[in-house]
């Protein structure tokens, strides 16, 4: 698993193409969307399926603290309804 993203107030770097926190937001989007999908594909294990879902919704905390849920729209009726539930 990844740490815990660092959020700051900074301003953007002038200069540099693509800083380290960039890098370690990536790997927090990339890592819940992969979390996202095997939750909706998981059908058989319900306590897998779970795990997958409590990792998302702790996961979705600092990336909505980020800001990702207001430029990025969920499309799927399920996960969008439990990101919704959890706020």
Excluded: C, K
């Amino acid at each position: 698993m990844h740490g815990v993203p660092t959020l700051s107030n900074r301003e953007p770097r002038q200069g540099h193409p693509a800083a380290p926190d960039a890098y370690a937001a990536m790997g927090w989007i990339e890592a819940f969307s992969e979390l996202a999908q095997m939750a909706i594909a998981e059908e058989d294990d319900e306590s897998l399926r779970r795990g997958y879902e409590d990792e998302l919704l702790r996961r979705a905390v600092y990336l909505r603290a980020a800001g990702l849920f207001d430029v990025v729209e969920i499309r799927h009726p399920a996960l969008r309804a439990m990101l919704d539930d959890a706020r």
